[in-house]
């Protein structure tokens, strides 16, 4: 699943975004080398190898799982 499909869903957005607020997880993950790793590295996919600008995820965010009912 790439991050432009994770934003359209909104209980894996929130888990993604509690996921990177957990203790040490933020300082580990580089979202960019993520990005340019799985629209970049599989031609098969993606023959033009062109890596989209958006969706961003604001990561800093409230995740509001609880709100959703969405177990985290």
């Not at 040490?24 to 033009?48: C, F, L, Q, R």
């Amino acid at each position: 699943m790439y991050i432009g499909e994770v934003s359209k869903l909104t209980g894996a957005s929130a888990k993604a975004i509690r996921l990177y607020q957990a203790p040490v997880t933020s300082e580990t993950v580089d979202i960019d080398y993520i990005k340019a790793h799985n629209y970049g590295s599989n031609e098969t996919i993606n023959p033009t190898r062109i890596i989209p600008k958006g969706p961003e995820l604001d990561f800093s965010k409230s995740h509001y799982g609880e709100k959703l009912g969405v177990e985290l």
